[in-house]
């Protein structure tokens, strides 16, 4: 093996090893961000943000955690055991805010169109009339 050669493979090496302590480096300065998800298409962004690297890009090493519903997150959020949470209103929500537990709504993460709907809500038909008419 040639003096240059020999060289290379050290230089190459070295690079190898920076290249590690760097990446090392790197994944202690990302933001650790807990978010809760209700497992459903509206969350399909944050799985899919997370494979293509764009929350990593941005300084962002999330965890994602996924409930049966999202009233289910209401308590891990108020305790700071989640920092995001996505989901739909609840008795939950409503009873949290009622008690003052510090949560903010910042923006909605899907809309119905008209005919398009995925939430529905279920009154007997006697309240319906009533209500409705």
Excluded: W
């Excluded at 961000?33 to 497992?39: D, L, S, Y």
């Excluded at 009622?98 to 809309?111: E, F, M, P, T, Y």
Aim: aromatic fraction near 8%.
């Amino acid at each position: 093996m040639t003096r240059l050669t020999h060289l290379a493979r050290l230089c190459f090496i070295a690079a190898l090893v920076l290249g590690a302590l760097v990446s090392r480096h790197e994944a202690a300065e990302l933001a650790q961000v807990r978010i809760g998800t209700a497992r459903t298409m509206s969350d399909s962004g944050y799985y899919l943000a997370d494979a293509l690297g764009f929350f990593r890009d941005e300084g962002i090493a999330v965890t994602l955690t996924g409930f049966n519903s999202a009233a289910k997150m209401i308590v891990p959020l108020g305790t700071g055991e989640l920092d995001v949470g996505g989901g739909t209103v609840s008795a939950a929500l409503y009873n949290a805010v009622a008690r003052g537990i510090n949560l903010k709504i910042v923006a909605d993460q899907a809309s119905m169109k008209p005919g398009y709907g995925y939430s529905s809500l279920m009154v007997r038909k006697d309240l319906a009339k009533k209500l409705f008419i």
